[in-house]
């Protein structure tokens, strides 16, 4: 059984269509990354699947007694104010220090419960978001752009750190991110959201691409990936640079043909994604 699923789900904001019959689920163990062009609805998605927002149309499945840790895009306290890492934890539920010292020590945040939270760095800081959103045990975290400021060895780090907590506790991962590289290296599968689902697929990180591992470092691990994925509709629609690409795809033509070319290719696709913040 899914742990979540949506299920024709549409999503209407200030009287305006936000999310189109969106279909999907999350099984166990999975890491899934949401990409797409700003505003096209990936934190709208994460707050619908959350329960946060309503559903206009269709539904949101939660599997029966459903723990997620939620990291959202934006820090909820001022950073500016003197809060410890120790009682940042603590919002808004008490933990024991016996727990706050362990999931600390799980995201490589040992030792750090007297450290203002205003004097953490972009990397620390995530680690410390990570560490709250663990708390509890959930069954799937999910995670709004975790590694926005981050630099690319810093983004590297973080993603294997997720990739760690997966094998060891088993949390299946939804989570937002711009950074299409490392994305593809650290997912099991790849949604690109458009208003819509607009194509989803499987990454494949390839070894031998010493240009690419030049360019990102070796400290990513081979972050070049290759990128292969099913595309059922026409690409018309504006923003869809994200999969407008030139890879392997089934395009369909619209008279119920489709025309598949199943070959892998190496995404390069990242920039265009990284453009300024607006606040929704
Ligand atoms: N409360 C709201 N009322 C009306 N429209 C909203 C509201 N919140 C968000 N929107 C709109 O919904 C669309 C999707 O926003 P959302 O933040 O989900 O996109 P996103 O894909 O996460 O974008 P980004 O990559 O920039 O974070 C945007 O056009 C935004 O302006």
Known sequence: MPLIEARH?????????????????LKPCEIVTLVGPNGSGKSTLLRALLGILPAAEGAVVHAPGLRIGYVPQRLQIDRTM???????????????????QAV????????SEALPMAGLSGGQLQRVLLARALLGQPHLLMLDEPTQGLDQPGEAAFYR??????????????????DLHVVMAASDRVICLNGHVCCEGS??????????????????????????????HDHTAPHDHVC???????????????????????DTHSTPLKDERHDA
Do not use: W
């Open 9 to 25: 789900l549409c999503v209407r904001l200030g009287g305006t269509e936000i999310l189109h019959n969106i279909t999907l689920s």
């Open 82 to 100: 003197p809060i410890s890492v120790r009682r940042f934890l603590s919002l808004p539920k008490r933990v024991s220090d016996a727990e706050a």
């Open 104 to 111: 600390l020590a799980r995201v490589g945040m040992a030792g």
């Open 161 to 178: 750190l997720i990739e760690e907590v997966r094998v060891e506790t088993g949390v299946a991962v939804l989570m937002v991110s711009h």
């Open 203 to 232: 990454p494949q990180v390839v070894s031998s691409a010493p240009e690419y591992r030049a360019l990102f470092g070796l400290g990513t691990q081979g972050a070049l990936a290759l990128y292969r994925h099913e595309h059922d």
């Open 244 to 266: 407008g690409h030139s890879h392997g795809h089934t395009h369909s033509d619209g008279h119920g043909h489709n025309h598949g070319h199943n070959h892998d290719h190496a």
